[in-house]
Structure formats: C-alpha cells, structure tokens
C-alpha cells in the first residue's frame, strides 16, 4: 500500500466550477501536510500548507482530518490556469523531515 | 521566495557515461538536500537525503553505488549517475532545507531532465 494515497483523475471540468481532491495517509506520526502543484515537465511548487483547524487561501480551502488520516483540497470558482497536478504531501518528522509524495490527481478545467 | 537552482536543466547521454547534476542554493544555506526521481505520469520518488558534511542517507532500493550524492558545502550537493542506462532517463529534482525567518521550509529546484541513448 502507497504510503499516500489520491485519485490520479482526470478530473475534467468547466471554468467556474468547484472541485474537491481527497488524499489518505498511511504514517500516523506524519506531522506535516501540504498541497503541492505540478504543471507538465516542471517541479513541484507549494500550493498551501494544511492545519488540523483547516485553512483557506483565496480560492483554495484544505481541510485535515488527523483521525483519519485524511486530507483535502477544495478548489472555488476554477479557472483555465488551475489545471494542473496536485499532489498531497506529507512530511515525516524526526531528524530527516523528508517528503512523501502522493502520485497526484490531474485537473483539467475546460472553456 | 528561496531558489534553488539545478544544472544541466536537460541532458541526453549515451548508456554507460556518468552525468553529474548540481543542486545549488542561491540565497539560503540548504542544511538538507534531498534528490527525488520522477517516472512519466508517476509521483516524486525520494532517492536520497543529504547534510552537509556528512554521508547521504539512500531510501530501500536506490543504489548507492550507483547515485554518488555529495554534499561538501551549505549551498551546494551533486548527484552523479554512474554509468547510466536507458532507464535512468527520468526528471530528477532536488529540494534543499534551510531557515527561512522563523521557520524551516523546502524549496525545489526546476529539475534536470536525464535522457539515456
């Protein structure tokens, strides 16, 4: 089993709509959680961090759910330039702090 | 925000050369440095994590033998692909840790695309 889990999509979808993203975690001591986005042949960038209390960015609200290792991603009122990757990272604590990656879900939003 | 940069951003070499990529932090001292490999439609998949000074850490299933990491300053860790196959071609990205303000953040490089003939 993936250590974190998405729906890879498609997700295809028209300008203006909502679209939610779910992600699962398997380490129950990871201790930090982030969105990243991914557009085609380029790195990863970070999109927001996610807190237990769950926070909001413009458009962009994310939710987590420690208990059950669950974390979201809501996008408002999309636009053309959403599309992209967006990849669920959680962040192992401890000396090396490293990153594990989900595989990522694809959004297209269409005209 | 930090930058990291990476060189080459692209390279094409026959099967059996090495290939050195540099991960360079430009305004910020990387305490960490980690190096990821990402498959065509895949996830980011760590390979190894590196401190200055110190010999790098490899994940289950990555050669070190094969991937020399060095990591001999703050600002500065090389991966070199030894005697490189056709399935090294991949995107190989780096990240470095360091402070920024108050907190620890990560910051990626933009990757060097690793094509092998």
């Known amino acids: 089993r993936k250590e974190v889990e998405q729906d890879p999509g498609p997700f295809n979808v028209p300008e203006g709509a909502t679209v939610a993203f779910n992600c699962t975690y398997s380490n129950s001591a990871s201790q930090s959680f982030f969105w990243y986005r991914q557009d085609c042949r380029k790195e990863p960038k970070l999109l927001m961090s996610?807190?237990?209390s769950g926070n909001e960015d413009g458009r962009f609200t994310a939710q987590l759910n420690r208990a059950s290792q669950y974390i979201s991603l809501l996008i408002r009122d999309s636009k053309l330039s959403d599309s992209a990757t967006y990849l669920c990272v959680v962040e192992h604590g401890g000396a090396t702090n490293k990153l594990i990656f989900g595989t990522g879900t694809l959004l297209a939003v269409q005209p | 925000g930090a930058v990291v940069s990476q060189h080459p951003s692209r390279v094409i070499c026959k099967s059996g050369t090495s290939v050195k990529i540099e991960c360079r932090s430009l305004d910020f001292q990387a305490t960490t440095m980690f190096w990821y490999r990402q498959f065509p439609k895949k996830s980011l998949m760590l390979m190894a994590t590196s401190n200055e000074g110190s010999k790098a850490t490899y994940e289950q299933g990555v050669e070190k033998d094969k991937f020399l990491i060095n990591h001999a300053s703050l600002t500065l860790s090389t991966l070199t692909v030894t005697s490189a196959h056709p399935e090294d071609s991949s995107f190989y990205i780096c990240s470095a840790r360091g402070l920024a303000g108050s907190f620890y953040e990560q910051y990626f490089g933009p990757g060097t695309r690793l094509t092998v003939t």
């Open positions: 996610v807190y237990s």
